[in-house]
């Protein structure tokens, strides 16, 4: 079964506020990562936070990561209709032989002009 | 830099017939990843090669294999394809496997 699991799965809002997104996950990681999906293209890497890192920023993101609640929230401020997009919290999972990158179901964000 | 590549872009199979998906990486990654992502599933793990020569299976390998050609390639193959297979499937590629991943573009794959 998948690692992360995103909440909500979708979200609706007004060009200028700000979107806050949800992580869980199920396992020890060593880090986690948000990755950014257009419409029919491929994942684009956003942030990653260590598991020795509560909170990180970059431009206009800001990623805080909770070990104890196995959590992780994404939120976007000042959000424009360009961050229309899916957005997916991946794990680095302990599986076979070797760390593998396991992705969440991830949040649908819509930002409308 | 192309990043990771991945042909074809767009296929057409029928049930049973066999095809392989070509991914290349030029950024000298050990870890290469095939997943596949269905509406409302996200992505999930296929195979993956954390360095030459080593393969793991993922979530969902049944159906699939794979061959690490070298450090730059990595190849998904379905032997008899079946509708079930029907998605869009994405390689990916990463310094380690807890580092930052690059994808290609995607294959969107229909099994008819």
């Known amino acids: 079964s998948q690692q992360g699991e995103e909440d909500p799965q979708a979200l609706s809002i007004q060009e200028g506020e700000n979107a806050t997104m949800n992580c869980s996950y199920k396992t020890s990681i060593n880090n986690l990562q948000w990755y950014r999906q257009n419409s029919g293209r491929g994942l684009v890497h956003l942030i990653l936070?260590?598991?020795?890192?509560r909170e990180k920023h970059s431009g206009r993101l800001r990623v805080t990561l909770d070990t104890s609640k196995k959590s992780s929230s994404l939120l976007i401020t000042a959000s424009r209709a360009a961050d229309t997009a899916s957005y997916f919290c991946?794990?680095?999972?302990?599986?076979?032989?070797?760390?593998?990158?396991?992705f969440g179901s991830g949040t649908q964000l819509t930002v409308l002009p | 830099n192309a990043g990771v590549t991945q042909t074809p872009k767009f296929q057409v199979l029928k049930t049973g017939q066999s095809m392989t998906l070509q991914c290349a990486q030029d950024?000298?990654?050990?870890?290469m990843y095939w997943y596949r992502q269905d509406p409302g599933m996200g992505l999930r793990l296929i195979y993956y090669?954390?360095?030459?020569?080593?393969?793991d299976k993922g979530e969902v390998p049944n159906g699939y294999n794979v061959s690490r050609l070298n450090k730059r390639e990595f190849s998904l193959r379905l032997e008899s394809a079946a509708p079930s297979q029907t998605s869009v499937y994405f390689c990916?590629?990463?310094?380690?496997?807890?580092?930052?991943?690059?994808f290609g573009q995607g294959t969107r794959l229909t099994v008819v």
């Open positions: 950024m000298n990654h050990n870890s």
């Open positions: 990916a590629s990463a310094y380690r496997g807890n580092t930052e991943a690059f």
């Open positions: 936070i260590r598991s020795n890192e």
């Open positions: 090669s954390a360095s030459e020569g080593t393969t």
């Open positions: 991946a794990t680095d999972d302990l599986g076979g032989s070797a760390r593998q990158l396991t």
